[in-house]
């Protein structure tokens, strides 16, 4: 079976760091994987490569199989792959002046022509698309309003509604319950699992919280300085394991953990490791 993901080798150097370093990951279709690490750990930074929007120093990566870079140098027919690709970023990336509507409607702008794209002209059906997209997550009596106006856990379904409406075999989330309450994070991450288990999308969201990895994802794939050092059943993440794999800079996610109900792990669990650290 061809991999919806490929990466092989993949890194990228800024000039504060290494953000990646030889980082090979295959993900099959209809997976739904968490990409875990603190701050800085190369999780943006790999998912933006996936998409195509940043070129590597060296290393491979293919979608379904087709190349979207390789060596540094993007496949010059990424915006065709990238009509395969939805991406829901961090802080929404919605146009704050246009109804909810239009901006789930831009989820169409890589499947139509240049001309069509330039005019944001939608067809009768194309709407209609985006209305049930925007129903499938629950926020479809906001359709004409602004999107500045909704909030932040609406802002997000409405861009998961824009991958609905793009019909995204891949989903890319960077961080996307980052800046939410803890009922909307959950709201955001039923919709990414409803998504990947009733359309089979493959899904690939970074987080820093490891319970909703936990809760959300079978597989986990943590990195840590820009390298992977765990993937593996997201179960199987213990606050030693962590511990283990992390050092001092699992602070940021042991404080995640401790802090979440959703985990539920009795103290001498937690105790240990962070006497440790």
């Known amino acids: 079976m061809t991999a919806a993901i490929e990466i092989r080798n993949l890194s990228k150097s800024f000039p504060c760091c290494k953000a990646l370093d030889e980082v090979s990951l295959s993900v099959s279709p209809g997976e739904m994987v968490a990409l875990i690490g603190a701050s800085g750990s190369g999780k943006s930074t790999l998912l933006r490569h996936i998409s195509g929007f940043i070129a590597a120093d060296g290393g491979q990566i293919a979608v379904f199989g087709r190349t979207v870079q390789v060596d540094g140098r993007i496949d010059k027919n990424v915006r065709s792959l990238r009509a395969e690709i939805g991406f829901v970023f961090q802080q ?60 932040g856990g609406q802002q997000q379904r409405a861009a998961l509604a824009r991958c609905l409406v793009q019909q995204a075999r891949i989903v890319l989330a960077d961080e996307p319950i980052a800046s939410l309450d803890p009922e909307s994070a959950r709201n955001v991450m039923e919709l990414l699992a409803q998504m990947n288990r009733e359309r089979g999308c493959t899904v690939l969201v970074s987080l820093h919280q490891v319970e909703f990895a936990i809760k959300y994802c079978p597989r986990t794939v943590a990195l840590h300085r820009g390298r992977v050092v765990y ?13 283990e794999l992390y050092g001092a800079d699992v602070d940021e996610l042991f404080d995640m953990m401790l802090d979440s109900p959703a985990l539920k792990l009795p103290p001498s669990r937690l105790a240990a490791p962070c006497a440790a650290v």
């Open 231 to 243: 993937d593996g059943p997201s179960a199987a993440l213990t606050p030693q394991l962590l511990g």
């Open 92 to 151: 929404f990336n919605l146009v704050n002046r246009l109804s909810v509507m239009t901006n789930v409607l831009v989820g169409l702008l890589y499947r139509t022509s240049l001309l069509r794209s330039l005019l944001m002209r939608f067809s009768v059906g194309e709407r209609q698309r985006a209305l049930e997209a925007l129903a499938a997550v629950g926020i479809d009596k906001f359709a004409w309003q602004r999107a500045a106006t909704l909030s």
